[in-house]
């Protein structure tokens, strides 16, 4: 066939449609893998200004959300989430009644859900009746029904505070800027349907399906 399968590992074998099938039984590592880094730096350039620089940066592939067992190790999916942020805060005191706040952040976040067997890898789905009525739909392969959102952001905030006697003025300005790309996952590579495992070996699906325009 034209997706190659892993030998059979299990001694125990039974006839569907002619068609004798083996049994491939590994156990696979599903972890939620995370890593957090968090750094920051307080400096007093002088007795009326201060300034705060910090990053954050995250990294996590999970993979306990996947379900369904009748898979192949490379077929499994994580949820992959890539983080990056910097912020920037700066205080000036220019005299004992005004006060200026200026505040810059950016963050990105790359999100990812592909297999080990490649990220364009079609899923393969096999429909059989195994021994003693026992059947359904054997999955070789993955597809994924979930979505995505990729994000960048900008933000320049400045903030000044004047005060007069009983009285408290504050003005600035705000500037947010959000690049978000929505994709959905479902069908996006395709999906190869065979009626049994003859049709499978003989490369003779019944069904192709694909999504396409999945991002907005």
Request: proline share 6%.
């Amino acid at each position: 066939p034209n997706f190659p399968l892993p030998a059979p590992n299990n001694p125990q074998t039974f006839v569907v449609g002619g068609v004798t099938v083996g049994r491939y039984i590994t156990p696979a590592e599903t972890p939620a893998k995370k890593h957090i880094f968090t750094g920051r730096v307080d400096w007093t350039i002088n007795e009326g200004q201060n300034a705060t620089f910090r990053y954050d940066s995250g990294r996590s592939n999970d993979l306990r959300a996947f379900n369904g067992v009748n898979r192949i190790e490379a077929s499994l999916i994580g949820r992959v989430r890539n983080t990056d942020a910097f912020s920037a805060t700066h205080n000036w005191v220019l005299s004992p009644s005004f006060v200026n706040q200026f505040r810059f952040q950016w963050s990105t976040l790359q999100p990812s859900s592909a297999q080990a067997a490649g990220e364009l890898s079609p899923a393969v789905l096999v429909n059989f009746t195994g021994p003693a009525g026992q059947g359904g739909t054997q999955v070789f392969g993955s597809s994924t029904n979930s979505s995505d959102r990729a994000e960048d952001r900008l933000q320049f905030q400045n903030t000044s505070t004047f005060i007069s006697g009983n009285h408290t003025f504050r003005f600035g300005g705000d500037f947010h800027h959000i690049d978000t790309l929505f994709t959905d996952r479902f069908d996006i590579t395709g999906t190869y349907t065979f009626p049994n495992f003859a049709a499978f070996g003989q490369n003779q699906p019944s069904r192709y399906q694909q999504n396409f325009d999945v991002t907005s």
